[in-house]
């Protein structure tokens, strides 16, 4: 009986911790938290904050110039930019690449959407971007409604977009 009182204790510890740890409050970098604030610089030296945006459907892409599955990806990108125009914003954030190096990667490059970079690599970390590219889509009330790790096709960026338009 001893034993059994014991072993509960430490269940409904372990519970406890758990739930906790899950808990960190509204913002984060899942499926269904607020997107965490951040601000970054575009190619033009320009302040763009993820916040600005509310009330619009944004598509988070994390990419860099060395990553083969990105270069493939961003004409993509670029198609469905140019097929929604002002019902969606694209970020592309270069991650821990220097300006110069940007620059020169899209030198024949005619992507319109904005490029911002984080040469810091502290966004990247703070939405624990593991593997490049990641593309996050944020609803307009500011709550990530997909995450997908690794390049994703134009139909599926076009989908992820209806849903985060849909409100998740």
Same mark, same amino acid.
């Given at each position: 009986?001893?034993?059994?009182?014991?072993?509960?204790?430490?269940?409904?510890?372990?519970?406890?911790?758990?739930?906790?740890?899950?808990? %960190?409050?509204?913002?984060?970098?899942?499926?269904?938290?607020?997107?965490? =604030?951040?601000?970054?610089?575009?190619? *033009?030296?320009? *302040?763009?904050? !993820?916040?600005?945006?509310?009330?619009?459907?944004?598509?988070?892409?994390? @990419?860099?110039? @060395?990553?083969?599955?990105?270069?493939?990806?961003?004409?993509?990108? *670029?198609?469905?930019?140019?097929?929604?125009? =002002? =019902?969606?914003?694209?970020?592309?954030?270069?991650? %821990?690449?220097?300006?110069?190096v940007v620059d020169?990667?899209?030198?024949?490059?005619?992507?319109t959407y904005p490029?911002?970079?984080?040469?810091?690599?502290?966004?990247?970390?703070?939405?624990?971007?593991?593997?490049?590219?990641?593309?996050?889509?944020?609803?307009?009330?500011?709550?990530?409604?997909?995450?997908?790790?690794?390049?994703?096709? !134009?139909?599926?960026?076009? %989908?992820a977009v209806n *849903?985060?338009?849909?409100?998740?």
């Amino acid at each position: 009986m001893h034993s059994f009182k014991y072993v509960a204790v430490i269940v409904v510890a372990i519970f406890i911790i758990f739930a906790v740890m899950s808990d %960190q409050g509204e913002e984060g970098s899942t499926v269904g938290k607020t997107a965490y =604030d951040f601000t970054l610089f575009d190619l *033009e030296g320009n *302040e763009v904050r !993820l916040s600005d945006f509310r009330g619009k459907v944004v598509y988070i892409n994390y @990419w860099a110039t @060395w990553c083969v599955h990105c270069k493939t990806e961003m004409p993509a990108m *670029e198609v469905l930019y140019r097929e929604l125009g =002002d =019902d969606l914003v694209i970020l592309a954030v270069n991650v %821990q690449e220097r300006r110069a190096v940007v620059d020169n990667f899209l030198v024949d490059k005619d992507y319109t959407y904005p490029i911002l970079l984080d040469e810091k690599g502290e966004v990247m970390e703070l939405y624990n971007v593991r593997g490049i590219p990641t593309n996050i889509f944020v609803d307009g009330e500011g709550r990530i409604c997909s995450r997908y790790n690794g390049a994703i096709s !134009l139909e599926m960026m076009k %989908q992820a977009v209806n *849903e985060a338009d849909d409100g998740c």
